[in-house]
């Protein structure tokens, strides 16, 4: 219990103050635990006046209860407080994410640009062989060239980009086969990889 001056806490008259200190009893807590009839016989005060102050004394020096009900709304608002500043923060990490896999697959596009470029350069050493008819060239040099920058492609590429490799990878294997028979077709099958490699290079 919290001790506090009985005048100020029961209203009393200064007289009852000064009687009750007599007896030895000085503080709410002291009235609160006194028994009455020995205070009232030490004090000279009516046996029903010390029991209706230590009633009073005991209401005074009691905590206060809180009210369930705001308590309730208190603890309701701090939930949605955290609740709010728990999905800011996943917002914000989810966005930084994205973010970073944005730049990552740029940084990759421009990976997979590169190699595709120098695969369409081997194609053109490949197309300059295969109009002069070296055969032998074009299947023993200038393809194993052009492969190599194929699976430099594959290495690089986002998984955005899978079925695009794959298509020049078909494209690629058509060719070799073209080319090994020295067949009328392998011109057709070199602008089929000309244009597997072009819709590598499109931006998506």
């Given at each position: 219990?919290?001790?506090?001056?009985?005048?100020?806490?029961?209203?009393?008259?200064?007289?009852?103050?000064?009687?009750?200190?007599?007896?030895?009893?000085?503080?709410?807590?002291?009235?609160?635990?006194?028994?009455?009839?020995?205070?009232?016989?030490?004090?000279?005060?009516?046996?029903?006046?010390?029991?209706?102050?230590?009633?009073?004394?005991?209401?005074?020096?009691?905590?206060?209860?809180?009210?369930?009900?705001?308590?309730?709304?208190?603890?309701?608002?701090?939930?949605?407080?955290?609740?709010?500043?728990?999905?800011?923060?996943?917002?914000?990490?989810?966005?930084?994410?994205?973010?970073?896999?944005?730049?990552?697959?740029?940084?990759?596009?421009?990976?997979?640009?590169?190699?595709?470029?120098?695969?369409?350069?081997?194609?053109?050493?490949?197309?300059?062989?295969?109009?002069k008819g070296?055969?032998?060239?074009?299947?023993?040099?200038?393809?194993?060239?052009?492969?190599?920058?194929?699976?430099?492609?594959k290495r690089?590429?986002?998984?955005?980009?899978?079925?695009?490799?794959?298509?020049?990878?078909?494209?690629?294997?058509?060719?070799?086969?073209?080319?090994?028979?020295?067949?009328?077709?392998?011109?057709?099958?070199?602008?089929?990889?000309?244009?597997?490699?072009?819709?590598?290079?499109?931006?998506?």
């Amino acid at each position: 219990m919290t001790q506090k001056p009985m005048s100020e806490s029961l209203r009393i008259e200064r007289s009852a103050v000064e009687a009750l200190a007599r007896a030895g009893v000085r503080t709410l807590q002291e009235l609160a635990d006194a028994d009455p009839e020995s205070l009232a016989m030490a004090s000279g005060i009516p046996l029903e006046r010390i029991r209706e102050w230590q009633q009073r004394a005991r209401r005074a020096a009691a905590p206060k209860k809180r009210n369930p009900v705001l308590t309730g709304w208190m603890v309701a608002i701090i939930g949605l407080l955290v609740a709010a500043l728990i999905g800011w923060i996943m917002m914000s990490l989810a966005a930084r994410k994205v973010q970073q896999a944005g730049e990552a697959e740029k940084r990759l596009q421009g990976e997979v640009e590169f190699w595709t470029i120098r695969a369409k350069g081997e194609l053109l050493t490949v197309q300059e062989q295969l109009s002069k008819g070296n055969w032998g060239l074009a299947a023993e040099e200038a393809l194993p060239r052009l492969g190599e920058s194929v699976d430099s492609i594959k290495r690089v590429a986002p998984s955005s980009k899978a079925g695009l490799v794959e298509e020049v990878y078909r494209k690629l294997d058509e060719l070799e086969d073209a080319v090994q028979r020295q067949s009328g077709e392998a011109m057709e099958r070199l602008i089929a990889l000309q244009r597997a490699l072009d819709r590598l290079m499109e931006k998506r």
